[in-house]
């Protein structure tokens, strides 16, 4: 098919059914029933697999992949050689939104939808997305099950969207659930407190289905009562221990938070094989593939390094709860007896910039002064205005400036290209999966002399 019309097809379900990934508020639309619409149209393509639902604040994304890329290593039933067909389903997208959803290959990694089947998707269903006025999100999640029914997988790890209880994707009925953690995030939809916020990402928990919790936190009655009301078998992942006891510098997946992760990653895992008879070879290749879970599935932006000299990081990570833990890491990436890098660091360099929605202030406090702040905002609608960003930031007493418009690839172009670097920086690229997102292409083609 002709490039141009896939295109123009993308862009009119950006544009005509606005995502919360560009417009925020006025994207989002809690409830189900569009999404049973949808879905009764399509015929219920989320009735012929079977599937793992994961919500929570941050880490969702990491270990949906993480899973998915463990599981994919699994035998079918009743066959040595064929592999489990996996399902991927996770957001945001940072380059292309076929990045949404993938499913496992024959070739040991996970493929995007080919932009033929998204196109046919996106033209024969059109009149029924504008007559509910579906969202973007609502369209991508139907688009995803449709495909995983089509391509007939075994199992697809599903990630919630925001929330939990009225996420389009809670129309699945799981053999297992997972909620990461929980923090203070999106409050204008989730609630203003960690136990409304942990009420809401409840409501993925399914009677008589397992769940797993990757922390306790402050909010475990809240867990503890909604399994105990849905007869659904809980386990907390910290008290499950680290089953895979995987080595940290193997994993593909940088960065401290990965530990909480895979410790999530493991409890659900241990539940899934449970009932499934597995030889041990498979057991070796799962672990390798949790290993490689980066190159495996091709998810980007989880302390990813863009360029060694200097040495560039940059991360998705874009609420408090999650600079609790990465706002250390990039303080101890300039100790001279670092745990992070492999050689000492002159200067620290930060290029950051945040949505509008964010709880700016609760993440301040989190970042390190030691670095020097290039202030940047991000396309689109959501993104905090760059000039009232340095101003916030000025107030706190973080060192930083602007760069021509404040443009992501803008200040990278002015600060790279104009040779404002030294070989020995660490410079991180962050405060928003945006600003990441937009960063990504400008590394591809940039080399350093």
Same mark, same amino acid.
């Given at each position: 098919m002709e490039k141009r019309l896939y295109d123009q097809e993308i862009e009119f379900i950006f544009n005509r059914f606005p995502s919360f990934q560009r417009n925020g508020a006025s994207a989002y639309k809690p409830g189900l029933d569009n999404m049973r619409k949808i879905v009764a149209h399509l015929g219920d393509p989320q009735e012929s697999f079977k599937s793992v639902h994961i919500a929570g604040t941050n880490g969702k994304g990491s270990t949906s992949h993480m899973i998915a890329a463990?599981?994919?290593?699994?035998?079918?039933?009743?066959?040595?050689?064929?592999?489990?067909?996996?399902g991927l389903y996770t957001s945001p997208h940072l380059a292309d939104?076929?990045?949404?959803?993938?499913?496992? #290959?024959?070739?040991?990694?996970? /493929?995007?939808?080919?932009?033929?089947?998204? %196109?046919s998707f996106l033209?024969?269903?059109?009149?029924?997305?504008?007559?509910?006025?579906?969202s973007f999100f609502e369209i991508t999640t139907a688009m995803a099950f449709y495909w995983f029914a089509a391509e007939k997988v075994?199992?697809?790890?599903?990630?919630?969207?925001?929330?939990?209880?009225?996420?389009?994707?809670?129309?699945?009925?799981?053999?297992?659930? =997972?909620i990461t953690n929980i923090g203070l995030d999106h409050c204008e939809y989730l609630g203003n407190t960690l136990e409304e916020i942990a009420g809401e990402k409840c409501g993925i928990i399914k009677r008589a289905v397992p769940v797993v919790v990757g922390e306790k936190s402050t909010v475990e009655a809240v867990f503890r009562?909604?399994?105990? /009301?849905?007869h659904a078998p809980l386990v907390f992942a910290e008290e499950a221990g680290d089953l895979l006891n995987m080595?940290?510098?193997?994993?593909?997946?940088?960065?401290? %938070? /990965?530990?909480?992760?895979?410790?999530?990653?493991?409890?659900?895992? #241990?539940?899934?094989?449970?009932? =499934?008879?597995?030889?041990?070879?498979?057991?070796?290749?799962?672990?390798?593939?949790? %290993?490689?879970?980066?190159?495996?599935? #091709?998810? /980007?932006?989880?302390?990813?390094?863009?360029?060694?000299v200097p040495h560039v990081i940059c991360d998705t990570g874009h609420n408090a709860h999650a600079f609790k833990i990465l706002g250390g890491e990039l303080h101890k990436s300039l100790l001279k007896n670092s745990p992070?890098?492999?050689?000492? %660091?002159?200067?620290?360099?930060?290029?950051?910039?945040?949505?509008?929605?964010?709880?700016?202030?609760?993440?301040?406090?989190?970042?390190?002064?030691?670095?020097?702040?290039f202030f940047v905002n991000a396309k689109g609608k959501r993104a905090l205005a760059v000039k009232e960003l340095k101003n916030?930031?000025?107030?706190?007493? =973080?060192?930083?400036?602007?760069?021509?418009?404040g443009g992501v690839e803008e200040s990278l172009k002015l600060f790279f290209d104009g040779k404002m670097y030294k070989p020995d920086d660490f410079i991180f690229i962050g405060g928003s999966s945006y600003v990441v997102a937009e960063a990504l292409p400008f590394f591809q083609n940039f080399k350093t002399e």
């Open positions: 463990a599981l994919s290593a699994l035998p079918k039933e009743g066959s040595s050689v064929e592999r489990l067909k996996v939104f076929r990045e949404r959803m993938k499913i496992s #290959s024959g070739n040991g990694t996970f /493929q995007m939808p080919p932009q033929e089947f998204v %196109y033209t024969e269903n059109k009149g029924l997305f504008i007559e509910l006025d579906a075994d199992i697809a790890v599903v990630e919630c969207g925001l929330g939990g209880r009225l996420d389009a994707t809670n129309i699945l009925t799981p053999v297992l659930s =997972i009562r909604r399994a105990l /009301q849905m080595d940290m510098e193997k994993m593909d997946l940088k960065g401290e %938070y /990965q530990r909480k992760n895979i410790m999530c990653a493991g409890a659900a895992l #241990s539940l899934l094989l449970e009932n =499934i008879a597995v030889p041990p070879g498979a057991v070796e290749k799962m672990y390798e593939n949790i %290993y490689n879970t980066a190159s495996i599935t #091709s998810l /980007q932006g989880r302390w990813m390094m863009l360029c060694k992070y890098t492999d050689r000492p %660091y002159g200067r620290g360099v930060a290029f950051f910039g945040v949505v509008a929605d964010k709880d700016l202030d609760a993440i301040m406090h989190l970042l390190p002064r030691e670095f020097f702040y916030r930031m000025d107030v706190s007493g =973080i060192e930083g400036t602007i760069l021509g418009g």
